[in-house]
């Protein structure tokens, strides 16, 4: 028999995905619950010497979607290729595990350069920085200092 919704109990909340339990307990891992990833190419520059920066994000995060508004803003002026890094992916684990609470974090070059949001004068800013002969040279902040003092 098929018990009404009404009857169940939301055991809890995962991401955008709500778990209903009768029986036993379940442990939500967003980790495993993550459908599609968003990681991946979100726009490549012309140049092959352009910058390079990485949004670690996840899906449904508006913040994160406000970031690459600002990037796109720029694109023109400062051309860069834009990379999207999904910290919900199995593979990013360590990613999750020190920005879950500070996506969107943005990296420059590889080092980091902003978290939560950026205005497009940092970014053109940055992106000036980044095209010197001296290169990008990174900004204090990175969740991943208190990471690492954590491990």
Same mark, same amino acid.
């Given at each position: 028999?098929?018990?009404?919704?009404?009857?169940?109990?939301?055991?809890?909340?995962?991401?955008?995905?709500?778990?209903?339990?009768?029986?036993?307990?379940?442990?939500?891992?967003?980790?495993?619950?993550?459908? !599609?990833?968003?990681?991946?190419? &979100? +726009?490549?520059?012309?140049?092959? =010497?352009?910058? $390079? !920066?990485? !949004?670690?994000?996840?899906?449904?995060?508006?913040?994160?979607?406000?970031? %690459?508004? &600002?990037?796109?803003? &720029?694109?023109? =002026?400062?051309?860069?290729?834009?990379?999207? $890094? =999904?910290?919900?992916?199995?593979?990013?684990? =360590? +990613? @999750?595990?020190?920005? %879950? @609470?500070?996506?969107?974090?943005?990296?420059?070059?590889?080092? @980091?350069?902003?978290?939560?949001? $950026?205005?497009? *004068?940092?970014?053109? *800013?940055?992106?000036? *920085?980044?095209?010197?002969? *001296?290169?990008?040279?990174?900004?204090?902040?990175?969740?991943?200092?208190?990471?690492?003092?954590?491990?």
């Amino acid at each position: 028999t098929v018990q009404p919704l009404a009857s169940m109990r939301i055991r809890s909340i995962c991401g955008s995905k709500v778990v209903l339990r009768r029986f036993g307990r379940r442990r939500c891992n967003p980790l495993l619950s993550r459908s !599609l990833s968003v990681s991946g190419e &979100v +726009w490549k520059a012309a140049a092959a =010497d352009a910058p $390079v !920066l990485k !949004l670690f994000t996840k899906k449904d995060c508006s913040l994160c979607d406000d970031m %690459k508004d &600002v990037l796109a803003e &720029v694109r023109a =002026d400062y051309p860069h290729t834009l990379i999207a $890094v =999904d910290i919900t992916d199995r593979e990013n684990r =360590d +990613w @999750f595990r020190c920005y %879950k @609470f500070d996506i969107p974090v943005l990296h420059l070059q590889g080092k @980091f350069f902003a978290k939560h949001f $950026v205005t497009t *004068e940092q970014v053109k *800013e940055a992106l000036a *920085e980044a095209a010197t002969v *001296e290169g990008f040279s990174g900004r204090p902040g990175d969740p991943r200092d208190q990471c690492n003092k954590t491990l």
